[in-house]
């Protein structure tokens, strides 16, 4: 099974809403992130989790509040967005980041279409 | 230091045509490139990557040229079809923080016409 699964596929949400977008991988794989893509842009990294804890988060608003509760999910939880957050919200998933090379053979789910009101 | 510069930013080919799309890089300290392939609507899927001991690495109608001295590769694809049209986002990965980064180029669209 070579697949990353993300729900909701779309989500609408206004700017005081609380929701969570879910990712979830059964490749074994210890590496996942979260990414954010606009239109006709590549992915932007947002957060990396290696090994279950969180190791890189490139200066994210605290609106967006990632977890990994074990090693096959990953979740974004979303509170207080603004209209510029509306993207696709990408999950990919990696075997492993450690060692002397990245091994960084990232897989993408389909993404989360968000639109923020 | 960290960019990926991809060109050009937009392609059209003839189908059975030859689809040439290239990068370039500045950092030494990537270790890896790999190309992705993104319908709109869905998410990207890794497509072909390779390693810089490596100088081209092919997989059916798809080529990676790597070129270390010029930090430049390429992607070409041969017999181009419709079904290629998509954008292609070619990447170098980096170790950074306990993990590993994706550099990813600005995307190229790619339309293949029949």
């Known amino acids: 099974d070579t697949e990353v699964t993300q729900t909701p596929k779309h989500l609408v949400m206004g700017m005081t809403n609380k929701k969570s977008l879910k990712c979830e991988q059964h490749?074994?794989?210890?590496?996942m992130y979260w990414y954010k893509q606009k239109a006709k842009k590549p992915p932007e990294l947002m957060f990396v989790?290696?090994?279950?804890?969180?190791?890189i988060n490139e200066s994210v608003p605290s609106r967006f509040s990632p977890e990994c509760p074990n090693s096959s999910l990953l979740n974004l939880h979303l509170h207080a967005l603004q209209p510029e957050d509306s993207a696709l919200y990408l999950c990919?998933?990696?075997?492993?980041?450690?060692?002397?090379?990245?091994?960084?053979?990232?897989?993408f789910g389909p993404g989360t279409r968000l639109t923020v009101l | 230091q960290q960019q990926v510069k991809q060109s050009p930013q937009s392609l059209i080919v003839q189908k059975g045509g030859i689809s040439i799309i290239n990068c370039a890089y500045e950092?030494?300290?990537?270790?890896?490139f790999p190309w992705y392939q993104q319908f709109p609507g869905k998410g990207p899927a890794l497509l072909i990557a390779?390693?810089?001991?490596?100088s081209e690495k092919k997989e059916g109608r798809f080529t990676i040229s790597f070129n270390k001295s010029a930090k430049q590769f390429s992607l070409h694809i041969m017999d181009s079809q419709p079904g290629d049209s998509a954008t292609y986002f070619c990447?170098?990965?980096?170790?950074?923080?306990?993990?590993?980064?994706?550099?990813f180029g600005q995307g190229t669209e790619l339309s293949v016409k029949p």
């Open positions: 990919a998933s990696s075997q492993r980041t450690s060692g002397s090379v990245s091994y960084n053979e990232q897989f």
């Open positions: 490749m074994g794989h210890r590496a």
């Open positions: 989790y290696s090994y279950e804890k969180l190791s």
């Open positions: 950092n030494t300290a990537f270790d890896y």
């Open positions: 390779i390693r810089p001991d490596v």
């Open positions: 990447a170098a990965s980096i170790r950074y923080n306990q993990g590993g980064k994706l550099i």
